[in-house]
């Protein structure tokens, strides 16, 4: 039995091993941190790289503030657009989202294939036709109806900025021409690609004093795949910070030339009273301090350019431009000398 009994030191060196061996199982058995794990539905596949949505997105961020700005003096108030979000999903769930009745737009965007669509929020479309109409500040909350002729007449303004200004946002990348197919108040009903297809979906939250809603822009991946090499960040950028050639600059100087601008000749300038404005009836005479030998001022799109004189041409009115405002004054003829 005394051969059985163990020391003090014996059983603190036992313990000792006991201990390091438990410490080394934990070692061994510490479980692997996990990989990260993306999971991939086969049935929303992920067709639009990211370079092309970071480009849709900072095209679109611009493309707001700029409809913001013509929205507001359309209406007169301030009304802020947001980018939100350009995500991917199927087109049945893009329809499924929606409500119903809303102001869904089916819209042609040539030279890309098939259809877009553009729906507005009755949430934020009926506050904005009420203020077209001289409604007052009232949020209350918008019947669920579908939209009445004159309603869709004015709604046809918002799209026609909304379009004017998607145009301008993508000139950069392409020439787009923009038009309003038809309009539904059941989404439903408008099928323009199967349900399974992927679709890019633009949000943006639209804020008009203590109401906001959405409008989304739908655009489906069939449209869009023959340019997406376009929306790469490289090419955008390019297109954003091409400096100026040759061919460009001629290009703007022909686009220039082309371009109408207003003339308009002064005749004379006088002062009147308010009085005498009022009492003024057909016939009457308003005497001027211009001399006849003076020559007259001509303006281009406002502003002082020409001196000229007034004649006839080939039965019709005519100025005859004679000097350009600005230029030096002419040199004295000798007959003048010594004259100031």
Known sequence: MSGEVLSQAEVESLLSALEG???????????????????????RPE?????????LQTLHEGFGRNFGAALSTLLRSIVEVK??????????EFVFSLENPTCFNLLKAAPLEGHLILDISPTILYPILDRLLGGGKDSSVPTRRP?????????GKITGIF????R???????????SVVRVESNPQLVQIVPPNEVVVLIGFELTLGDVRGMMNLCIPFNSMERMADKLTVNSWTAYRRGE??????RQTSENIKRATVEVMVELAT??????ELIGLRVGDVISTDHDLNHPLRVHVSGSPKFLGRPGMLKGHKAIRVESVLGEPAPVPRKDEKGKR
Do not use: C
């Open 163 to 166: 379009l004017e200004e998607l």
């Open 244 to 249: 100026a050639t040759a061919d460009s600059m």
């Open 168 to 178: 301008r946002a993508w000139q950069n990348v392409l020439t787009l021409e923009l």
């Open 21 to 43: 061996g438990a410490r080394s199982d934990k070692v061994a058995k510490a479980p692997k941190p996990k990989e990260k794990i993306t999971l991939y539905d086969f049935r």
């Open 47 to 55: 067709r639009v790289g990211k370079e092309q949505v970071n480009s």
């Open 270 to 275: 006088t002062h009147i009273t308010t009085a």
């Open 83 to 92: 980018l939100t979000s350009v995500d991917q999903l199927t087109y049945s």
């Open 147 to 155: 939209l009445t002729e004159i309603e869709l007449r004015l709604t």
